[in-house]
């Protein structure tokens, strides 16, 4: 008997595959396409066991797709630039280009073991000078066409290491690299205008019907429409040039319980406050310590200065509010103005309370009143004005903004606008490893975008020779003369390069096009985004539901704008999947200080609950996400070396419906091998078997091999790839009982393999050999199910006797009501039962149940 040896079998079908050329993605007018893509990872240094379950979504229904008749695209390439490789460089000393293609190196050895179905011949990484010089091309298209412009704008600063911070990068204020105070400082930025396209990019998320519903919902609130009131209040004892105070609300139906107005730190009259007031400027510069975000604003502690103007309110003049420069206050979201009602607002409640302003209900109920001077928030519910436009009875909520919107217009008091939370994408960050922004500073010219035949503006790698110092703080670019000293592409002149570089999520915005001819000497070749795009399934993690896909589907717009895509491309993923996380136990033991000492799974004994070096008992924490610093991660090239790569493929996609987490357990692992082998046990038996044909025994086996059929295709379809994995546990265990022929178990093995193919691709093919298939699995067509083995010709009922189960018959499916009771009757069970007596009755549910009642 021929034993199942993954590590030699795996090896020599990825040999053969790749000799072959199977994977290949070729543009063929006479066959439909699929595009399945994964979200490509950044280089780190390891794949783990998330990667392996979402390259195996991916491929599951890449081999599907090829052996249905299409022409596959699946590709693969690095999300390159970034901080990591930097800080790396700062750390460890080296440079990021050789830290970053190192990583790739030994991750693309990691993936090339699990046999996925990819097109290598396209792989590319975003740092690739050919890749981010056409990025470069795009930019100047773009700014040509108006989609990227410049402007000051409010970023966090760190004074330290000289550079600017994301949110993320602020942590208690301070920079998370050098502890420095960060600063809220204006730097002067460059800009995608996604702003443009905030009605459509809204509009179009209810076309998007295969994507998850709550990440159109997550895209929807980002890009935040709201229809509000803007109006002016006049200020009292303000300076010359600030008569007026612009305020946008979308709540105006609460106007009349305002009882301040407040702007932001960045406000133009904030900052002509504070170069006359000591005292102002130290506030606002308090303000600026913390972050941008509008999670670092909410979640501060609210402050405030009064800065002793007033304003008069637009319903009564008579009525003067105190003007507040408040930290809360985003200048990059309506006016950079507000007037708070703290009776119906949280926040501004929080802010009132503090500074003793007064809280006055706008509304009352319909029976009883608000209490004065609390918070109550207001639901969409029937309410009176106490203080408002109208005496009636209305609705809160929108129907009390329109009826507050038409007031205010209809008296000439503000007017009706809808705007929305989307912010412009600012793409410059102050770091070397980045796509150079192609821009030249020239002092006759102004900013004069580089010439294309000049492209790609590449990163230099070192400086005169020698190395670049990533240990001095700030952007290297900055201080290389040699790259950053250049002449002007339009008069000669000597001018400066911009030193600013991409933000990264620029790279991955195009990436998906760039597949499609990723050799092309421009962004895209027509012929093959033609026929190419969509991506038809995308697959990737939830992480990624707002910026990435939002800024994808903006750059797909403006590629089409700018002649790089054709129109059916502006939405550039057909059907998204966001799969769950791979999990597993924590385990951990305390040190001296009772301070968490974590430990790899490889280290503990997990039925002893002891490590194995020593024998002390481990604490062990329910899964968890894998996390390299908790150390409960599983080596997928362990897995691989131990039980193959098709164990580690399978189980992945056995336990949880894909879109749920999975726990990964090393007695599931090694159950999942073990069933393998069993299948590869039952084809070596078949193999060589010779037993003749039994008629009823072919037929049944035929029949449950076509109903795997039927239910593994759904389940495919349906992404439901734990149920196509029960479907295959199912048709093992029949095969194994099965009494059927050896023809009729070739043909249900060799049907079998098929079905197996897309999740454990390797066995499949062995399978498929080992019974006389003709060249690969994987490029024999899908089995069809056949209509006529999937209709039921009998059926088992159930026999209760007096409300409990004790026997089944099974019989023709149209078999006439008398004939099954006097099947019943003779039934043993029923027999014993009667001890001779009649039933008191006996019911006959066709096609269903039996109920004897004694």
């Known amino acids: 008997m021929a034993r199942y040896e993954p590590s030699q079998s795996e090896t020599k079908w990825q040999e053969a595959w790749n000799e072959a050329d199977l994977f290949a993605a070729r543009r063929d007018p006479t066959k439909p396409k699929y595009y399945v893509l994964e979200m490509f990872p950044y280089p780190s240094g390891r794949i783990h066991m998330g990667h392996v379950r979402n390259y195996t979504m991916g491929d599951v229904v890449a081999r599907y797709k090829m052996a249905k008749g299409f022409s596959v695209l699946h590709p693969m390439g690095w999300d390159a630039f970034g901080m990591p490789a930097e800080n790396a460089a700062m750390e460890q000393g080296g440079h990021p280009k050789d830290w970053t293609y190192g990583n790739i190196a030994v991750m693309k050895d990691q993936m090339k073991p699990l046999g996925l179905s990819i097109d290598w011949s396209r792989e590319f990484a975003t740092c690739d000078p050919d890749y981010y010089g056409q990025q470069q091309a795009m930019f100047i298209d773009m700014l040509e066409a108006g989609l990227v412009y410049r402007k000051n704008a409010v970023v966090n600063w760190d004074p330290v290491d000289m550079t600017v911070l994301a949110n993320e990068q602020v942590i208690d204020g301070k920079g998370w690299r050098s502890g420095a105070e960060v600063e809220r400082r204006e730097l002067t930025q460059w800009f995608f205008k996604i702003s443009d396209y905030a009605e459509e990019l809204l509009e179009a998320l209810d076309n998007l019907k295969d994507w998850p519903e709550k990440v159109r919902l997550m895209q929807a609130n980002w890009i935040g429409k709201s229809r509000g009131l803007q109006f002016a209040f006049s200020t009292v004892d303000a300076p010359e040039g600030f008569d007026r105070l612009e305020v946008y609300t979308t709540r105006p139906d609460t106007l009349m319980g305002a009882s301040f107005a407040a702007i932001s730190p960045d406000h133009p009259l904030a900052k002509h406050l504070e170069r006359h007031d000591p005292k102002i400027a130290e506030f606002v510069a308090q303000c600026r310590a913390g972050g941008t975000t509008e999670e670092a604003i909410e979640t501060a502690e609210k402050l405030g200065m009064d800065t002793g103007i007033r304003v008069r309110h637009p319903l009564d003049t008579e009525w003067e509010l105190p003007v507040y420069i408040a930290n809360f206050i985003l200048m990059d979201y309506g006016t950079g103005a507000i007037f708070g009602c703290p009776a119906h607002d949280a926040r501004d409640f929080e802010f009132a309370t503090k500074y003793g302003l007064p809280i006055t209900p706008v ?491 004694i």
Request: glycine share 8%; aromatic share 8%.
């Open 363 to 853: 509304f009352e109920p319909l029976e009883g009143e608000y209490p004065e001077g609390e918070y109550v928030p207001l639901k969409s519910e029937k309410v009176r004005y106490v203080r408002g436009f109208a005496g009636d009875e209305i609705q809160t909520g929108e129907e009390g903004v329109a009826t507050a919107i038409a007031f205010c217009e209809e008296n000439g008091i503000g007017q009706g606008v809808t705007k929305f939370r989307l912010r412009d994408w600012g793409l410059s960050r102050q770091r070397y490893w980045g796509c150079p922004i192609p821009v030249v500073h020239c002092e006759s010219c102004g900013v004069v975008p580089e010439k294309k035949e000049n492209l790609p503006v590449e990163l230099p790698y070192d400086e005169g020779g020698k190395p670049i110092d990533f240990g001095v703080p700030g952007n290297p670019l900055d201080r290389h003369p040699t790259w950053r000293d250049c002449a002007c592409p339009k008069c000669g002149a000597p001018a400066k390069r911009e030193t600013d570089t991409m933000d990264t999520f620029v790279d991955s915005s195009w990436y998906y096009a760039r597949f499609t001819s990723p050799h092309a000497a421009t962004p895209t070749e027509a012929a093959e985004a033609e026929y190419w795009m969509n991506v038809d399934q995308y697959i990737g993690g939830i992480e990624h539901a707002i910026l990435h896909l939002l800024y994808s589907r903006f750059f797909a717009r403006a590629m089409h704008k700018t002649g790089h895509l054709p129109p059916k491309a502006i939405e550039p993923f057909n059907a998204l999947f966001t799969q769950g996380m791979v999990t597993h136990e924590i385990y951990l033991t305390r040190d001296a200080k009772n301070r968490p000492v974590y430990h790899l799974p490889e280290e503990v004994d997990r039925e002893a609950g002891t490590l194995r070096a020593t024998g002390e008992k481990v604490e062990i924490i329910p899964s968890a996400k894998m996390s390299k610093s908790k150390k409960n991660v599983v080596d997928p090239m362990n897995i691989i070396a131990e039980f193959g790569a098709d164990t580690a493929r399978f189980f992945v996609m056995s336990d949880s419906p894909p879109e749920r987490d999975v726990e990964w357990t090393a007695a599931g692992a090694e159950a999942t091998a073990k069933f393998l082998a069993r299948v590869h046990r039952i084809a070596d038996e078949i193999a060589t078997s010779d037993a003749p044909a039994n008629e009823a025994e072919d037929l049944a086996l035929m029949k449950a091999t076509h109903k795997a059929v039927d239910e593994l295709t759904k389940s495919i379809e349906g992404f439901a790839f734990n149920k196509a994995v029960a479907t295959l546990y199912g048709l093992t265990n029949t095969l194994s009982k099965s009494k059927a022929g050896t023809d009729a178990k070739r043909d249900a093995m060799k049907l079998m393999a098929q079905l197996m193919a897309p999740m454990v691709p390797h066995l499949a093919e062995e399978v498929w050999s080992m019974l006389g298939g003709d060249g690969f699995v994987i490029a024999a067509p899908w089995p069809e199910a056949d209509p006529a083995l999937l209709v039921e010709d009998s059926v088992t009922l159930p026999i209760q006797i007096n409300g409990k189960r004790r026997a089944e018959i099974s019989v023709p499916k149209d078999m006439p009501k008398e004939e099954v009771e006097k099947l019943v009757l003779a039934d043993e069970a029923v027999v014993k039962a009667l001890a001779g007596g009649q039933p008191k009755k006996l019911i006959v549910v066709p096609g269903r149940i039996v109920n004897v009642v």
